[in-house]
């Protein structure tokens, strides 16, 4: 379990990454964030210091993060910038788990138990409760444990799954990064989770 | 006036982050903080809350002059919720470490002091010497009609390895006749020796109403010499797993 687990998850992160790495870096995040790792990017030739009398159009949030830090010491620009950054996560986060702790309440888990007999769709039941409950990759070998009338290959899927794709994730990756990156952080490891827990599942039986 | 609603919220959004912040102090320093997370964290809460505070603080003073309506608007709910949380200060900490002998000599017989999770993360090594040992849990009493017709119980106690959400009670079967004095959800403590079962669970999902998810050795039941009513625990979760005497108990 432990091998397969981190094989899916090699695989996965791999070939994330190979498809990542064809792209040019700044496109990956949505504009209002390029300026978070690039800010001298925002005007060429013009720095903080001297101000933004008119807003960028190309990134108006990196404006907006900025204009508020002239006559500014560069500390209190970073305890700005980090209050502003934790707001603007957390809310994603926030909305994230709510959405998890709805399913949490009304999901009833007996429902995984009418797929118990088919490992293609015992495996997607698995993968989408992985997704659904957004459970700590710290206590998740206990939860998939505790279903144990599914197939290995179903508890496999959910621990490679859960790390890389949940609510809270999908949230997230949405907020920051551009839409096509995005759904290739969501629908390349879930498609790769999903094929290999069915090979491994076909071939150790 | 526009100007002044943007400075009012920008003001607004430092106050929320000094506030969660606060909150977060507060819980590590009086709050029961074992009612959403594993003590083990809280160094990192306590780490996090001072660093809200302080950047809280400064963004209060030095408002962000383009604040987001979204982000104040799911934030205060957010505080909204944390207040329904009803926070309990305390000056006392609640929590204290068994700091007794790690076995106890009852009838004559040693037993090991261990709690559930740390007996079935024992079961699942392949120790040989794991079956003559006697062993003393604690835990609760869930009742199924099927185990009443095997002449068993559940004995459960919820494990809390990260947060209360990913929380999940795991616990043996106890071969015992005489289930039917003991009413579901009573708390007692179990003088027992490890027995290999042959049969599977008749509830093969065995889920306990009230506990996010169930998890009972297959393998390994319980056969008493002793059942012993106690009350239930102030903090009646499992935080601490040790892999060698002197177990968390």
């Known amino acids: 379990m432990v091998l397969g687990r981190v094989s899916i998850v090699v695989v996965c992160a791999s070939c994330l990454g190979l498809l990542i790495s064809c792209i040019n870096p700044v496109p990956l995040l949505r504009d209002e964030d390029v300026s978070l790792l690039q800010p001298d990017r925002l005007h060429p030739g013009q720095n903080c210091r001297e101000g933004y009398p008119q807003p ?27 209050a ?56 998740d070998a206990f939860v998939a444990a505790s279903f144990v009338t599914l197939p290995a290959a179903a508890k496999l899927s959910f621990l490679a799954i859960g790390p890389m794709v949940d609510l809270k994730l999908i ?20 498609v790769l989770v999903y094929l290999l827990s069915i090979i491994l599942g076909v071939v150790l039986g | 006036m526009a100007e002044i609603i943007k400075k009012i919220c920008g003001v607004i959004e430092g106050l929320i982050v000094t506030v969660i912040g606060l909150y977060m102090g507060l819980l590590v320093l009086f709050g029961d903080y074992w009612r959403f997370l594993n003590p ?5 809460t306590g780490a996090t809350a001072v660093i809200l505070i302080v950047i809280g603080s400064v963004a209060t003073i030095v408002p962000n002059k383009r604040p987001s309506y979204s982000r104040i608007i799911v934030f205060l709910l957010f505080v909204r919720i944390l207040s329904v949380g009803n926070l309990e200060i305390s000056l006392t900490p609640r929590i204290h470490s068994d700091t007794g002998a790690s076995r106890l000599t009852v009838d004559g017989a040693e037993y090991i002091k261990i709690n559930l999770a740390e007996l079935y993360m024992l079961t699942e090594k392949k120790e040989p010497n794991k079956m003559d040992t006697h062993y003393v849990v604690r835990g609760m009493v869930k009742r199924s009609r099927a185990l009443d017709d095997l002449g068993q119980f559940a004995l459960v106690r919820n494990a809390v390895f990260c947060c209360l959400a990913d929380s999940v009670a795991m616990g043996f079967r106890v071969l015992y006749d005489g289930s039917e004095e ?3 959800g009573q708390w007692v403590e179990v003088y027992a020796t490890l027995s290999a079962l042959t049969q599977g669970l008749p509830d093969p999902e065995f889920q306990s109403e009230g506990l996010h998810l169930t998890l009972l050795s297959e393998s390994y039941g319980l056969t008493p010499s002793k059942i012993v009513s106690i009350e239930e625990p102030e903090i009646p979760f499992m935080f601490d797993f040790k892999e060698q005497e002197p177990y968390a108990y």
């Open chain 1, 84 to 139: 502003s950054e934790f707001l603007d996560m957390g809310k994603y986060l926030i909305m994230g788990a709510f959405a998890v702790a709805f399913t949490k309440v009304f999901l009833p888990h007996e429902v995984l138990l009418l797929f118990q007999n088919s490992l293609f769709l015992s495996v997607s039941a698995m993968m989408l409760l992985a997704v659904l409950v957004s459970v700590c990759s710290e206590a």
């Open chain 2, 40 to 44: 083990k964290f809280k160094w990192l």
């Open chain 2, 182 to 184: 003991l009413a579901d």
């Open chain 1, 56 to 82: 960028d159009s190309r990134f108006p949030a990196a404006c907006a993060a900025h204009s508020n830090c002239e006559n500014h010491s560069r500390l209190i620009r970073v305890f700005t910038h980090t």
């Open chain 1, 171 to 190: 949230v997230m990756y949405s907020a920051v990064f551009r839409k096509r990156i995005a759904l290739a952080l969501i629908f390349l490891p879930t």
